[in-house]
């Protein structure tokens, strides 16, 4: 694909422009369609200056609308739940030119989807690098959803789920954490991970996560 991409030729100004003015429209939809987001990720790359091979990509996503035109988000009754959940996952240098990972994930109150999204990662050297980033990326988004459910007067814990044991195995050391594939450590905020946030490694087979003790996520870790 990136061989074909180099050769193909950059479009004109008028159809550049209607390119990213339909990039933009899918960006728009994808905000509460995490079906779409991670193909608005991958069409909006090259908004800058897209080439003709870049349609079929929106080629593509327009098939898939036809097909599916709306997304329906059911909001049962439900009661009060005493935590989000974050659900996260990485693929690792997806992306063959940049050998970007992408990270998606989910926020769960309960029944109800909150949040998701699908972001490009910095180069990661190894899977459980790339899960890290991934995990850290729902820590924040989680903190957040606290943060903001406390402004209300309302404090709710959060859990963190992924299925990447090296993750998990990174998250939990006290201190500087490096990877071996890194000198540069890498720098997580330590407010990111707080006294009422926790991980937990889920598995494919089981819908019950492995919980890990929540002493083992303090406010003092930082990596």
């Known amino acids: 694909m990136h061989i074909e991409r180099e050769a193909s030729k950059e479009m004109n100004k008028q ?6 003015a ?14 779409l987001q991670f193909a608005a ?12 091979i870049d349609w079929e990509k929106l080629k593509r996503v327009a098939r898939y609308l036809v097909g599916a035109p709306r997304a329906v988000q059911l909001f049962k009754w439900q009661q009060m739940p005493d935590s989000f959940q974050a659900f996260t996952d990485s693929d690792w240098a997806g992306d063959k030119l940049t050998r970007k990972s992408t990270s998606g994930g989910v926020i769960m109150f309960g029944d109800h989807m909150l949040k998701s999204w699908s972001t490009t990662q910095v180069i990661a050297m190894s899977s459980g690098e790339a899960e890290l980033y991934a995990l ?13 459910f406390k402004e209300w007067g309302t404090e709710v814990n959060g859990i963190i789920r992924t299925d990447a044991s090296a993750a998990l195995g990174m998250v939990h050391r006290q201190g500087c954490l490096s990877t071996a594939n ?19 490694l889920s598995t494919a087979k089981s819908r019950q ?11 003092k870790l930082r990596a």
């Open 15 to 20: 159809d550049g422009t209607k390119y990213r």
């Open 22 to 35: 339909l990039a933009a429209r899918l960006n728009y939809l994808a905000l509460d369609r995490p079906d």
């Open 41 to 52: 990720k991958k069409v909006a790359k090259h908004m800058a200056s897209p080439k003709e």
């Open 136 to 148: 850290i990326k729902g820590a924040s988004q989680i903190k957040g959803m606290m943060t903001q």
């Open 182 to 200: 890194s000198r540069q450590p890498l720098l997580i905020p330590p407010a990111a991970i707080g006294p009422k946030l926790r991980a937990c």
């Open 209 to 219: 996560p492995l919980l890990i003790p929540p002493a083992a996520i303090g406010p």
